[in-house]
């Protein structure tokens, strides 16, 4: 009986009617406060194009597989300990009570851990971020995250960081006047 209304009308012709969107997407992925500030994520033509980059981005990093997870790890361990090591140096130096040179150990390692863990996971995916911004026919400049609109296809390197440009980059760059 209920069949009778699997027949559905002017369904997928709707979406010249573009319902109003609010101006904050529904989905926001997590990667939108870890990154926030990055550049990069200004670049998206659109927020749905943003949100697809940092869904991919998401699956392709946090697991062991990945190349750059255990050199990630490998620079935290070092750069808490080489901090953890150079902080007691520091401290034995200064007369204080042997709990607040502990204490102030803790929260130097600790900031250092911190500080470490977000700059590798901002730089690393900053770039990961350039590479699907070129996917998507944004010029940017791999290097430095230079944003390259027009620029003539002749240039050969970034202005900002002089970076040779590859075939990818240039094949991108828009002539003058015909854009
Ligand atoms: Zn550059």
């Known amino acids: ?31 939108n406060l870890t990154l926030a500030g990055l550049p ?16 991919e981005i998401g699956e392709e990093a946090g697991s062991p597989a990945s190349g750059g997870f255990w050199f990630a790890i490998a620079v935290i361990v070092g750069t808490v300990l080489t901090t953890g ?41 900053a770039k990961t971020l350039r590479e699907k911004l070129l996917a998507r026919g944004v010029p940017v400049c791999i290097k430095c995250g230079y944003l390259l609109h027009g620029l003539s296809p002749a240039t050969a390197r970034c202005p900002e960081c002089g970076t040779p440009f590859s075939e990818r980059v240039r094949s991108i760059l828009v002539p003058p006047g015909s854009g």
């Not at 990069?40 to 869904?55: I, N, S």
């Open 40 to 55: 990069e994520l200004e670049m998206f033509p659109t927020d749905q194009e943003r949100q697809v980059a940092l869904q």
């Open 85 to 125: 090591y150079l902080s007691r140096w520091l401290l034995s130096v200064i007369d204080l009570p042997r709990f607040v040179k502990e204490m102030l150990q803790i929260i130097i390692c600790g900031a250092a851990f911190f500080m470490v863990l977000r700059w590798l996971h901002r730089s690393g995916t």
């Open 1 to 31: 009986m209920n069949d009778s209304q699997s027949a559905k009308p002017n369904q997928e012709t709707n979406a010249g009617a573009a319902p109003k969107k609010p101006p904050s997407a529904p989905r926001r992925h997590l990667l």
